[in-house]
């Protein structure tokens, strides 16, 4: 049977339009509609507290960022040129940004309002499975929603009216966020998630079933510099958002599942690199992955921090000297975690240590 040949030349369109990458297939429209409503949530969160972040340069280019965005909404005809479309390091010296009333843009933003998306589509439902398997916190939903709103990949190549090239815009905002000290870094969080100071500096300090189950990637949370380095959403966030599971053991199948670790390919990171990005520890674990080892004690504790963000002594893992490999480590701390958040119950570092000994 042959296609009728507006029907091919409508799907090539859609292909162009909406193509993400090669290996994947077409996105949900709902769920890039979710992933816009997600963004401007986030966007108004932000512009609303605008005035209570600590004055730098960081905050007058996000007001400029917020204008732009913003900029229907805030009765502007046109949209609004940046003062410099350049990265900030090939500024000339001296350059100084336009003022903008950081006071009165928040007056204004505040006064915005912004319906439900509707209807509601496969992430939104699979983010509420999430909720209800995993027992989230409000601050682990909310940071999921912002990894998945924030990421620049998965937006369609269209510049139409619907989804507009600067729709990346969470995403230059979240790159501008900084911070002094840890005071500071809690009261950003809190701003960014909608919950209170305690809570957000709860959730840094123990973010194992996020960084365990490998929903935000772990590399960049390490390194931390900057608010987007702690959202920054893996190609398993959107796999698990995404896909149209029919029950919920499919789902949990997967949050189980370790995703390829592109850090254990020596083509895709050289042995040189992995020094340049990550603890030495936690490189000589991945370089005695590459080479079939079992770990020594100190590999283990590193490696343990670095896949849960929690810390076990080498001590308490003596035992275990040489007795577990890499891969074995990351899947009884992977199930661990959702054995542990299914009851309900918070992982603490004995947790870890018992599914380790378990393990062995």
């Known amino acids: 049977m042959q296609i009728e040949p507006t029907v091919s030349q409508a799907f090539a369109t859609l292909e162009t339009a909406f193509h993400t990458d090669f290996l994947s297939r077409l996105p949900s429209r709902h769920n890039l509609m979710y992933r816009q409503f997600l963004e401007r949530q986030f966007m108004l969160r932000i512009g609303t507290s605008l005035a209570a972040l600590p004055e730098s340069v960081d905050r007058l280019w996000i007001a400029h960022l917020l204008r732009r965005y913003l900029r229907r909404d805030l009765g502007l005809d046109t949209c609004p040129d940046l003062p410099t479309e350049l990265p900030r390091f090939l500024w000339p010296r001296g350059y100084e940004l336009p003022r903008v009333d950081v006071v009165a843009l928040s007056e204004q933003i505040e006064a915005l309002w912004e319906p439900a998306p509707d209807p509601p589509c496969i ?139 592109r850090c254990l390919d020596p083509d895709d990171m050289p042995e040189g690199m992995l020094y340049e990005y990550m603890p030495p520890l936690v490189a000589d674990a991945y370089i005695a992955a590459r080479q079939s080892r079992h770990l020594t004690v100190e590999q283990l504790a590193a490696l343990v921090h670095w896949q849960t963000g929690m810390t076990v002594t080498a001590e308490s893992v003596q035992a275990l000297a040489s007795q577990l490999d890499f891969e074995t480590v990351c899947r009884a701390l992977a199930q661990a975690v959702l054995d542990c958040r299914r009851a309900d119950a918070v992982v603490k570092p004995l947790t870890l240590l018992k599914a380790l000994y378990a393990a062995a």
């Open 123 to 261: 992430a939104e439902r699979n983010l509420f499975k999430l909720e209800t398997l995993l027992h989230l916190r409000p601050a682990e939903t909310a940071l999921i929603e912002l990894a998945y709103a924030a990421s620049p990949d998965g937006w369609p190549q269209s510049d139409s009216d619907t989804f507009e090239p600067d729709q990346n815009a969470l995403h230059a905002v979240l790159m501008c966020l900084n911070w002094r000290d840890l005071a500071e870094r809690d009261h950003v969080f809190s701003v960014l998630l909608g919950v209170s100071p305690q809570d957000a500096a709860a959730l840094l300090a123990n973010p194992a079933t996020l960084l365990a189950l490998h929903l935000i990637d772990n590399t960049d949370w390490h390194r931390g510099n900057g608010a987007f380095a702690y959202a920054v959403a893996t190609e398993k966030l959107f796999a698990v958002l995404e896909t149209q599971y029919l029950t919920h053991a499919a789902m949990l199948a997967d949050l189980q599942s370790l995703p390829f670790d």
